[in-house]
């Protein structure tokens, strides 16, 4: 990763703190954009802030742990104030692919519950259209290579994603991934039904309806693009 893209995710991050208010709970997304929101979170604890967070994966868990910011889990919370995670990619109408990390499901899980989601990426992340990056879907096991049949059928190429050992790649919730290759998806929303009627998809990376403000990362600090009706 460059230092320049580095600087967008640290500027989105920071920018990004602006919507917490002391005594919240906060949903905690997964990836590199993400990581840096837990780390400033933590300074912000240090200093006095009163807050929870619930962690979308074990990596950020891990994280907030050795930042020192109190975490909470959806048994104890049903409700979240306000969700801060990354995205790989952002369209203009604020639709997402998420997935990249792994993490889609809880990811979406905790979106789901929040009362505001907002997220934060550098500037390479927003498209004109979704489907440049490989949309994930998370699948089980069992059911893996008939999903992947089924999921070509959509019109992508898809793969089993693998980890470094060569072996499936097994998300936080014991599911594989397929990583779709669609290369330009032209109806997001007629997608995402097709991909759910699926029987073994457990859920895919279209993240649609969910984002209510994108925080865009720049080199002298970041933009933040607001939904419509917002």
């Given at each position: 990763?460059?230092?320049d893209?580095?600087?967008?995710?640290r500027?989105?991050?920071?920018?990004?703190?602006?919507?917490?208010?002391?005594?919240?709970?906060?949903?905690?997304?997964?990836?590199?954009?993400?990581?840096?929101?837990?780390?400033a979170?933590?300074?912000?604890?240090?200093?006095?802030?009163?807050?929870?967070?619930?962690?979308t994966?074990?990596?950020t868990?891990?994280l907030?742990?050795?930042?020192?910011?109190?975490?909470?889990?959806?048994?104890?919370?049903?409700?979240?104030?306000l969700?801060?995670?990354?995205?790989?990619?952002?369209?203009?109408?604020?639709?997402?692919?998420?997935?990249g990390?792994?993490?889609?499901?809880?990811?979406?899980?905790?979106?789901?519950?929040?009362?505001?989601?907002?997220?934060?990426?550098?500037?390479?992340?927003?498209?004109?259209?979704?489907?440049?990056?490989?949309?994930?879907?998370?699948?089980t096991?069992?059911?893996?290579?008939?999903?992947?049949e089924?999921?070509?059928?959509?019109?992508?190429?898809?793969?089993?994603?693998?980890?470094?050992h060569?072996?499936?790649?097994?998300?936080?919730?014991?599911?594989?991934?397929?990583d779709?290759?669609?290369?330009?998806?032209?109806?997001?929303?007629?997608?995402?039904?097709?991909i759910?009627?699926?029987?073994?998809v457990?859920?895919?990376?279209?993240?649609?309806?969910?984002?209510h403000?994108?925080?865009?990362?720049?080199?002298?600090?970041?933009?933040?693009?607001?939904r419509?009706?917002?």
């Open positions: 990763m460059s230092d893209r580095d600087a967008e995710k500027n989105a991050a920071e920018r990004a703190l602006a919507y917490v208010e002391d005594g919240m709970v906060l949903g905690l997304g997964t990836g590199s954009t993400a990581a840096h929101v837990v780390r979170l933590g300074r912000r604890v240090r200093e006095g802030l009163r807050m929870r967070g619930v962690p994966s074990r990596a868990h891990a907030a742990v050795e930042c020192g910011v109190p975490l909470v889990s959806l048994v104890e919370v049903t409700r979240l104030d969700t801060i995670d990354g995205a790989d990619e952002v369209d203009p109408e604020l639709r997402l692919i998420k997935g990390g792994g993490a889609l499901l809880r990811e979406k899980i905790v979106a789901s519950v929040s009362d505001r989601v907002v997220i934060v990426v550098d500037s390479g992340k927003l498209v004109p259209r979704l489907g440049a990056f490989p949309l994930p879907v998370e699948v096991p069992f059911a893996w290579r008939v999903v992947a089924r999921l070509a059928e959509t019109g992508c190429t898809p793969h089993l994603r693998r980890n470094a060569g072996e499936p790649f097994v998300t936080d919730e014991a599911n594989y991934l397929l779709g290759a669609y290369g330009r998806i032209d109806d997001p929303e007629r997608l995402a039904r097709r759910r009627d699926i029987v073994g457990v859920e895919h990376g279209l993240f649609l309806g969910l984002a403000a994108v925080i865009v990362g720049r080199a002298g600090g970041a933009d933040v693009i607001e419509k009706g917002d």
